[in-house]
């Protein structure tokens, strides 16, 4: 019986020395990150849920509209279906021309719910101010379950998602090579445990 109970405790032991781990699960390459991106947009086909009072959606869609040859002064529009959006993303590291990223859309102005809109072509810049992503599309605002009501009810209406909502137009060039020949490995958890592995 006590030669039994050793064997199985040498096994458990042995077993446990030499467990894989896979180096992307405890570790990423040194110098390899996500970059924010952010561009100001427009959202259109809201049902008079839009910007009321703010003159910076009025005027904004008045440029829009002069760059396909229509003439119209901020004063004149009184359409209540449009709101200025603050668009964000983050562009992975490892993304390419051509991916497609999810993107974040909130109200800057005052309007009510931006459900059932659309966000116009819109330039995604980084910090370094060069574009590497354009948003456009429908946006989704989604629901959430309430306990209270045993009903779904909807989010924060001036905040939506569009998912795969923008293009990813440049790479980005990300140094983790030294000299070409080696790489830095960073730990997600720095401690002895998991540099040992």
């Known amino acids: 019986m006590s030669k039994l109970f050793i064997v199985i405790i040498f096994l458990l032991i042995s077993t446990s020395a030499f467990t894989t781990t896979r180096i992307k699960d405890i570790a990423k390459l040194d110098g390899l990150r996500d970059n924010q991106l952010i561009g100001y947009g427009l959202v259109v086909g809201l049902s008079g849920t839009g910007d009321r009072r703010s003159n910076l959606a009025a005027q904004s869609i008045c440029n829009f509209l002069k760059a396909y040859g229509v003439n119209l002064a901020a004063y004149d529009l009184k359409s209540r ?75 924060n209406s001036t905040l939506a998602r569009i998912p795969g909502g923008a293009i990813v137009e440049q790479n980005v060039t990300c140094q983790y090579l030294k000299d070409n020949k080696s790489f830095k490995l960073r730990l997600y958890k720095a401690d002895f445990t998991t540099g040992h592995k």
């Open 81 to 155: 279906n449009i709101a200025a959006v603050c668009v964000t993303a983050k562009l992975p590291a490892f993304a390419n021309n051509g991916d497609s990223i999810d993107v974040t859309v909130s109200s800057i102005g005052d309007a009510k719910d931006l459900q059932g809109g659309l966000l116009l072509l819109t330039p995604l810049k980084a910090a370094n101010n060069k574009v590497y992503a354009v948003g456009q599309g429908p946006l989704s605002l989604g629901k959430n379950y309430s306990n209270d009501t045993k009903k779904y009810e909807k989010k």
